[in-house]
């Protein structure tokens, strides 16, 4: 075997895409639930992508950031324009993001607040990447544990709980760093309130408010920003997945205050903010928003929420937009997603007990409808009596 074993894999190859759907090499249609975990939210193959892609790739492929990428800088603007003002940092995945955020704050904390205010206050459950300061932002020990020690300086506390938040920031928090809803642990939504809570602890505290929006964002809740459905202005966003519909992105956007903390030569990619990304996100962004996905994200969501919970009856369901998690109550979640995908359906298994769906936004009513049945006709042969 030539390829390190860090996947377990499903027994498939998709060989092409077309919206919400996936073909194998000999033609089978998938109806896919998942959008390469929130990621092709445009869909696949979008014409349009597509075509940014080509274009800009027959042109220009990469110069470095040792000079100016007008395409990257336009991208930043249309940022700025849905994030209320926010400058950019381009880097290649949401781990990455999460790095740069950590800097961040580490160097804000120490020169704006006291040279030891360099601490990240985190949560349990949350996922913030596999890198060493994304590993040990994330509140998941068995995943830090085979890599000990961790970078030190981060606190976790329980997620959706302001008073256990409230008992650790303090004079050495330089960020709270928060997932709006956790994905990767089973999409745990926090108690209403929780982030305009965490907002004025913050606020109280002189400490910045990280969001982890790279699953959450680019509309897939509903609103650009899942922030938005509080009304939470955070400090600093780190955006990835969905980001270039699949082209490897991340972005760390702060309000200019806290990003004026780097200065040249503070943080860098060779790859970050490249022509061809930048080009694939300005056309993202133009479909989301002349396809009216944000609210079409909002509409299927509640639609599809509510017939999950019809048909996983006595399950909760949990989520916003398109992103929706079952708590199957029992650890049935692998038994479902394998059994789903022989017949034709995508879903997948954060926990032994859940089951994640976060489908392209351009979904058809009738392929969730079809897909649906396929998942009714599995949980009625293996749920509990
Ligand atoms: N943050 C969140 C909330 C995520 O869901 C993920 C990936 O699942 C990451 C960060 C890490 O992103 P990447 O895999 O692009 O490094």
Same mark, same amino acid.
């Given at each position: 075997?030539?390829?390190?074993?860090?996947?377990?894999?499903?027994?498939?190859?998709?060989?092409?895409?077309?919206?919400?759907?996936?073909?194998?090499?000999?033609?089978?249609?998938?109806?896919?639930?998942?959008?390469?975990?929130?990621?092709?939210?445009?869909?696949?193959?979008?014409?349009?992508?597509?075509?940014?892609?080509?274009?800009?790739?027959?042109?220009?492929?990469?110069?470095?950031?040792?000079?100016?990428?007008?395409?990257?800088?336009?991208?930043?603007?249309?940022?700025?324009?849905?994030?209320?003002?926010?400058?950019?940092?381009?880097?290649?995945?949401?781990?990455?993001?999460?790095?740069?955020?950590?800097?961040?704050?580490?160097?804000?904390?120490?020169?704006?607040?006291?040279?030891?205010?360099?601490?990240?206050?985190?949560?349990?459950?949350?996922?913030?990447?596999?890198?060493?300061?994304?590993?040990?932002?994330?509140?998941?020990?068995?995943?830090?544990?085979?890599?000990?020690?961790?970078?030190?300086?981060?606190?976790?506390? +329980?997620?959706?709980? =302001? *008073?256990?938040?409230?008992?650790?920031?303090?004079?050495?928090? @330089? !960020?709270? $760093?928060? &997932?709006?809803?956790?994905?990767?642990?089973?999409?745990?939504?926090?108690?209403?309130?929780?982030?305009?809570?965490?907002?004025?602890?913050?606020?109280?505290?002189?400490?910045?408010?990280?969001?982890?929006?790279?699953?959450?964002?680019?509309?897939?809740?509903?609103?650009?920003?899942?922030?938005?459905?509080?009304?939470?202005?955070?400090?600093?966003?780190?955006?990835?997945?969905?980001?270039?519909?699949?082209?490897?992105?991340?972005?760390?956007?702060?309000?200019?205050?806290?990003?004026?903390?780097?200065?040249?030569?503070?943080?860098?990619?060779?790859?970050?903010?490249?022509?061809?990304?930048?080009?694939? +996100?300005?056309?993202? =962004? *133009?479909?989301?928003?002349?396809?009216?996905?944000?609210?079409? @994200? !909002?509409? $299927?969501? &509640?639609?599809?929420?509510?017939?999950?919970?019809?048909?996983?009856?006595?399950?909760?369901?949990?989520?916003?937009?398109?992103?929706?998690?079952?708590?199957?109550?029992?650890?049935?979640?692998?038994?479902?997603?394998?059994?789903?995908?022989?017949?034709?359906?995508?879903?997948?298994?954060?926990?032994?007990?859940?089951?994640?769906?976060?489908?392209?936004?351009?979904?058809?009513?009738?392929?969730?409808?079809?897909?649906?049945?396929?998942?009714?006709?599995?949980?009625?042969?293996?749920?509990?009596?």
């Amino acid at each position: 075997m030539s390829l390190m074993q860090t996947y377990r894999r499903q027994p498939v190859a998709f060989v092409e895409g077309r919206g919400a759907l996936l073909f194998d090499s000999s033609g089978r249609e998938y109806i896919d639930l998942l959008g390469g975990i929130a990621v092709a939210s445009v869909g696949h193959a979008h014409p349009k992508i597509a075509a940014a892609i080509a274009e800009q790739s027959a042109k220009l492929i990469h110069t470095s950031n040792l000079f100016e990428n007008p395409i990257q800088a336009a991208l930043a603007d249309k940022l700025a324009e849905l994030s209320g003002g926010m400058s950019s940092f381009f880097c290649n995945s949401g781990a990455e993001a999460i790095e740069c955020a950590l800097k961040l704050a580490r160097k804000w904390g120490s020169v704006n607040k006291s040279p030891d205010a360099i601490e990240i206050v985190a949560t349990e459950g949350s996922f913030h990447g596999r890198t060493f300061g994304a590993l040990a932002a994330t509140g998941q020990p068995a995943k830090q544990e085979p890599f000990a020690p961790m970078l030190t300086g981060f606190r976790h506390v +329980a997620f959706g709980d =302001i *008073d256990a938040l409230s008992g650790v920031v303090g004079d050495k928090t @330089a !960020a709270v $760093l928060l &997932e709006p809803i956790q994905g990767e642990s089973g999409v745990v939504v926090p108690p209403d309130g929780y982030l305009a809570e965490a907002r004025e602890l913050c606020d109280r505290h002189g400490a910045l408010l990280i969001l982890d929006e790279v699953q959450t964002g680019m509309g897939r809740t509903g609103k650009w920003f899942c922030y938005e459905h509080s009304g939470v202005a955070p400090d600093v966003v780190c955006l990835a997945k969905a980001l270039a519909g699949g082209l490897p992105i991340g972005a760390c956007l702060a309000a200019p205050s806290v990003a004026e903390t780097f200065v040249p030569g503070d943080h860098g990619s060779t790859f970050g903010g490249g022509h061809v990304q930048s080009a694939a +996100a300005l056309a993202v =962004i *133009d479909v989301i928003e002349s396809e009216g996905l944000c609210d079409r @994200a !909002a509409f $299927l969501g &509640e639609r599809m929420a509510k017939a999950l919970g019809a048909l996983f009856d006595g399950c909760e369901v949990r989520g916003a937009g398109l992103l929706i998690g079952v708590d199957l109550g029992a650890p049935l979640a692998e038994r479902l997603r394998a059994e789903a995908l022989q017949r034709g359906v995508i879903i997948n298994d954060p926990t032994p007990s859940v089951i994640r769906f976060a489908p392209p936004l351009v979904i058809e009513e009738t392929e969730i409808d079809r897909a649906l049945d396929v998942l009714q006709e599995v949980w009625d042969e293996i749920k509990p009596a």
